[in-house]
């Protein structure tokens, strides 16, 4: 598993994508906001847009959810190099909406929990990767 | 031929990125201490606070080698107030994209409803650095970061955060130094 973070459209996904095209890596399966029901065929699965799917369930509990994503996330991981991009969230105002409060509380637990099991990390800014872990 | 530094820095509210701004411009003309350091202001005075906020600003740089020049839109008009030898700190960019988002509101409608109308500023602000680069006109631009939240669910918000994302990519591809700040602490990235 290979963890990408960064805020909003700091061009995450081109990175990923040129990173992928310059390791010759042409069999991947792009999942944008969604975990599959079944394995996809590809060899490298690229699951990212997740905060889209969190917030189409904030009625579920935080860390509930937040274990569920990690599990299937888990699952898809021993069969597939797998690559999570996620977006960066917790760094500014606290929201005066109460769900997109929820919202980032989610995603924070889940990004924890996600760090804490991924082997490699790379936070990306504006289009330059630096390696967390 | 382009070889002058351009310098981007970003930075959350008071995370120190305009005093540091202000070092780093004086340090690269520092083995030329005659080069006039031109402020590029974006803020427009529209109420009492915000006209004492920009008279401190100016007091505070007076007495030194700091010339003040307006330019919350129309970037490249700065290109004719720009003298050979000058160096210039652009303090931000978000206010700046601001300006022109908001550009037309008097009339009824606003730059960023109009199609294609934040392209053509884009495109003629960097333009405009191009061309001071080529002038051998040291740059150092401040930004902030507002990109590491929940994006906004007002359409005209999260558009604004589109451009400034975008704006920043290129800056940052653009930059001979990129440098965030945290709270004091500077993090170069390039």
Redesign the interface.
């Known amino acids: 598993m290979h963890v990408f973070i960064g ?5 995450k996904r081109d990175y990923v994508r040129n990173w992928l095209e310059e390791q010759g890596k042409k069999d991947v399966a792009w999942l944008e906001s969604e975990l599959p029901m079944a394995v996809p065929e590809a060899s490298t699965i690229v699951v990212s847009g997740l ?1 889209n799917f969190v917030a189409k369930n904030l009625n579920i509990d935080e860390d509930t959810l937040a274990s569920q994503l990690l599990q299937q996330l888990q699952a898809l991981g021993t069969e597939k190099e797998l690559i999570v991009i996620v977006t ?6 606290v ?1 005066i ?1 109460a769900n ?1 409060r929820k ?2 509380d989610i995603c924070g637990r889940f990004y924890q929990k996600l760090f804490k099991i991924s082997p490699q990390i790379t936070r990306i ?4 990767a ?1 390696t967390i872990k | 031929m382009v070889s002058n530094e351009l310098v981007f820095i970003t930075g959350g509210v008071r995370s120190g990125k305009s005093a540091y701004a202000e070092k780093c411009l004086i340090n690269l003309v520092a083995t030329s201490p005659k080069k006039r350091l031109v402020y590029v202001a974006t803020g427009v005075p529209f109420d009492e606070e915000m006209k004492q906020r920009i008279i401190r600003h100016q007091n505070d740089r007076a007495g030194q080698r700091w010339t003040t020049i307006e330019q919350p839109t129309d970037f490249s008009k700065l290109l004719s107030k720009i003298k050979e030898g000058d160096a210039i700190l652009w303090d931000c960019v978000t206010t700046w994209l601001t300006n022109e988002f908001y550009d037309g509101y008097e009339t009824g409608v606003s730059c960023f409803q109009k199609e294609g109308c934040i392209e053509r500023k884009f495109i003629e602000m960097q333009n405009t650095i191009y061309a001071l680069r080529e002038r051998n006109i040291p740059i150092v631009v401040v930004s902030n970061e507002v990109l590491d939240e929940p994006l906004s669910t007002s359409y005209e918000v999260k558009l604004y955060q589109k451009w400034l994302g975008r704006i920043h990519q290129w800056f940052v591809a653009e930059a001979t130094t990129a440098i965030e700040m945290e709270y004091g602490q500077m993090h170069q990235w390039k």
């Open positions: 805020g909003a459209y700091n061009g905060e960066e969230m917790g760094r500014g105002i929201p909406d997109t919202l980032r800014w504006y289009g330059i630096e």
